[in-house]
Structures are given as C-alpha cells and as structure tokens.
C-alpha cells in the first residue's frame, strides 16, 4: 500500500511517503538484534522505566500538537484524539510504574525444591497496526515490550504514516535507544519476511480477520507467539429494568464514538420488548440530534470515516442489509459532501438469513433486536462469529452478573459500555482473536516465563 496523509474530511492529499526498501529492514533487524543482545534489553529494568516515564510526560506536553495530526489525517474528533494522547500518556505511565512487579520472579512451591518463574525478553516483536486510534495502539505494544526488553519493529495503516512518525518521534526523544522501536512503511510480503526472520521472535497484530490470519500463520509457520486483536460485533443488551435514560445516552456514545469504528463499539443493540419502543424513540431521538462536520470543529459530534474506501465498504453493507430484508429506521446513506461521511443510521428487523446478522459495521450504523427475555438475549448474544466485548444495562446487578458470565467474549461491562484502562486486560475469543493487552497479562505475553528449580 501507498502511505499517504489524505485529510477525510474533504479528501485532499496532504503528504505521499516513500516505502522502505529490504536493506531498510535489514538495517532495522541489525540494529533491534543487537539492542536485544545488549546490556540494555537483558540488564535490570530500572534503565528502560525512565523512558515511559518520559513519554507520558512527552505525551501531555504534545497532546494539542498529536492530536492535530491524528484528527487531521483519520478524521476523529478532536477532543477524541486528544482523550486518546491522554491514554497513551496513562499506559506509558502505568507499565513504568507497575511493570517491575508484574516482571518480578514468581515462587511455586514444590517438593522438587526452591522453584520460581523469571520473566525474560525473547526478541523482536514485529507489530502491525490498524488506524481507528493511531496512538493508542502503538502504546498498547511498546509500553510492555519496552518495559520487558523486547526490540519492536512497527508497520503502521498505510492511511496514518504521519501519526506513524510523530509516534517514532517522541518514542526517541524519551530516550529510547534505537532499535526499540521502529516505524516502518513496508508491504504485506516485507511484514512477512520480517516474522520469517530468526532474529524475530512474536508477532502482534490488531486490525482486520484478514490480516489477521495472514499474520498468525506466517508466525505459526516459523513457530513464533503471535497475538491477534481483531474485530468484534459487541452487544448492548438493554434489559427491561434497565435506566433507560443512561442506557440511551451511553448506547449513543458506544455506537456514534470513533464514527463509530471501533473494534468493541456498540453494534447489536438488544432490547427487551417490554422498553422495545421507549428504548428505540429516545435513541433515534438521540441519533436526529447529530451533527456532522469537521472534526476539528469542537462543536462537531459525527466526524468522517477515515477513508473513501471505508465509505464505501459501509455504504454497500447498508445497502445489502436493506435488499435482503432489513428495515431502515433511520439515515441510511452517505451524507452530501465531499469528505467521506455517513448519516448516523439504525438498522431494524435483521433477520439471521441476511449477512448483516454476522457483519461487523464499521462506521456510525446501530442494529436494534428486540428480545423476549434473557434467554434470548444470551442466544443472539452468543449467535456470533466475533467474542470481543458487551456491555449490559439493568438495575438488577446479580442479574447482569449472572448473563455477564454466559456471554461468549474477552470482556463485559454492566451498565457501561466496553472501555479500556491501563490497568484492564484487553482482548477476546472466538475471531475476535486471542492473547490480551494492557494489563499484567499484557506484558507476559511476550516474555520467556522461564523456571528455575534448585535441588535440596
Ligand atoms: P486491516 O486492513 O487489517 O489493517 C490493519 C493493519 O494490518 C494495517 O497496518 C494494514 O496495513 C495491515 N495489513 C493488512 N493486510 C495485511 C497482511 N496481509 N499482512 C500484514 N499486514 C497487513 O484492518 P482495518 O480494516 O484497517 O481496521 C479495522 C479492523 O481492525 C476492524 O475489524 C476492527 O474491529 C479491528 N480492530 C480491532 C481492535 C482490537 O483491539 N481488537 C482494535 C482496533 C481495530 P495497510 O494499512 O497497509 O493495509
């Protein structure tokens, strides 16, 4: 792919980037390898901490300036883009307080004798990268590889390379030595010549099931760890004693944010009949009161999609779900203008035949099923391909806890929707993926879990 910056909101080519050539890629394996073999990677952690500490403070310090150029370039709002520089500075922050613990020996008790589990880096991780939250996803891979050791080699969307670099940028001026972590803007077939490369030891991927399954069987091909952070059909199940108001409010927020591409956005709503239509008249209600525009403009709360590309995927989706049978209750269309919008749009009676049923919608599109109680609600919660997230609304906690732990995904919330903090495991089953971000999992997921036993 071409890396280019082309600004969503009127498609105008702001800057084309050159690709980077195999010895660019074999400079970047030298330089990551011998960084790994370092003193640096394999000696005590207390020298790479103060690098996240940096970057969080470097974070803060360009929020206004990053968020810019992430607005600009995939179309965010921009106190979206700025909400995403303030997480990324809470991850950097979070594992270079936290990651030593979670890094530290673990004791197992054993009639073998004194036993314990040493966390250790493996090597380069190469990582792949969608663009929904350009900043965000780089943190979530270099914070705990950082922290543990491990070298990282970026390939970024084709459609973010200026977030890409701004990225790489503060990454250096923390502190970071080279090598741990590098941008680069390379094709599929180098991405999968850099898995193949014995000096790589795991790959992590977030981004479409496509490239997911491209990216695991080349890692699995050459027997390296890979984690997938792919895409999702979360639920909104809205029980009929839930707080309508907050339920709407929040719904709204869970299916419009982002412009609605997000990997645990809102997308199958799921209504009790008893609020079937209250539910459905506020939140269409909700829906009319949109107000698309630049994102840059504050007053702005529906921003484009991030590409003509995405438009057009989203569009053709819609159409297809209305042909073969669902009922548009509200939008349904590309908006008039040149930037690449879509109207905030419901989808009703969705039936299992049509493809919608299974489809991830990315962009500002709400399915609304009406359900005859929690039964049903759990099967069609579960009558899905995906099992990222879910968020449950009811006053009745025990209840929601008691669904909460039947549905098929990596996490649920109660009466909120699917969000993420540093301190919260990330990630889903089915194909949604496997493995986990943030967290204390997150860092173990690339680090030699190492034994060792002395004999009495
Ligand atoms: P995508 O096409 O899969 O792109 C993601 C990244 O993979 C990009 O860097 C892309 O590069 C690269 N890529 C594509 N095909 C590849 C291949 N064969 N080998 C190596 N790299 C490849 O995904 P998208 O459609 O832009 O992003 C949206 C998807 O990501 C949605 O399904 C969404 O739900 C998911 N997502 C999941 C999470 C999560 O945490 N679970 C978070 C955000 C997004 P190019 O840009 O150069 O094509």
Wanted: net charge negative.
């Amino acid at each position: 792919m071409a890396y280019q910056t082309v600004n969503p909101f009127n498609n105008q080519l702001i800057k084309a980037y050159s690709n980077h050539s195999d010895a660019d890629i074999e400079a970047t394996l030298r330089q990551a390898d011998a960084l790994y073999h370092s003193e640096w990677a394999k000696g005590s952690i207390d020298q790479r901490l103060p690098v996240l500490h940096k970057l969080a403070d470097l974070l803060e310090s360009h929020q206004e300036e990053l968020a810019k150029i992430a607005t600009q370039e995939m179309g965010k709002l921009i106190a979206q883009s700025r909400s995403e520089v303030q997480i990324c500075a809470q991850i950097a922050r979070y594992y270079a307080d936290n990651a030593e613990k979670f890094l530290a020996p673990v004791k197992y008790d054993t009639e073998l004798g004194d036993a314990w589990v040493e966390h250790h880096p493996i090597g380069i991780i190469m990582a792949v990268e969608p663009w929904n939250f350009p900043y965000y996803q780089l943190i979530r891979v270099l914070a705990p590889n950082l922290a543990a050791g491990n070298p990282v080699i970026c390939k970024h969307a084709s459609i973010v390379p200026h977030c890409a670099e701004a990225f790489a940028h503060l990454v250096r001026e923390a502190g970071a030595p080279e090598g741990a972590w590098t941008n680069l803007f390379i094709s599929s077939d180098q991405v999968s010549a850099i898995i193949a490369d014995p000096r790589v030891q795991g790959a992590a991927l977030t981004g479409s099931e496509k490239a997911g399954s491209a990216v695991a069987s080349q890692a699995a091909k050459h027997i390296k760890k890979s984690t997938l952070e792919l895409g999702g059909n979360d639920v909104f199940i809205v029980l009929d004693d839930a707080d309508l108001e907050k339920a709407v409010k929040t719904g709204v927020q869970a299916r419009l944010a982002n412009a609605g591409q997000v990997c645990t956005a809102a997308k199958r709503f799921i209504v009790h009949q008893k609020v079937a239509d209250q539910f459905l008249r506020q939140f269409t209600d909700a829906f009319q009161q949109v107000k698309m525009g630049d994102p840059l403009d504050e007053s702005t709360t529906l921003g484009p999609l991030s590409s003509k590309d995405a438009l057009e995927t989203l569009s053709k989706q819609v159409s297809e779900a209305v042909q073969k049978g669902a009922k548009l209750h509200f939008g349904g269309k590309p908006a008039n203008s040149e930037g690449n919008f879509f109207e905030p749009t419901i989808l009703t009676h969705i039936t299992r035949d049509n493809p919608a049923y299974f489809e991830e919608f990315f962009g500002p599109v709400a399915q609304v099923y009406v359900v005859q109680d929690d039964e049903e609600a759990l099967r069609l919660a579960n009558d899905s391909h995906y099992g990222l997230g879910g968020a449950i609304f009811s006053r009745d906690i025990e209840r929601a806890k008691g669904l909460a732990s039947r549905i098929e995904t990596g996490m649920v919330y109660i009466n909120w929707l699917t969000d993420t903090a540093a301190e919260l495991p990330f990630g889903g089953v089915k194909r949604s993926g496997f493995g986990r971000e943030l967290s204390d999992l997150g860092i173990k997921e690339f680090v030699n879990q190492k034994l060792v036993v002395v004999r009495q």
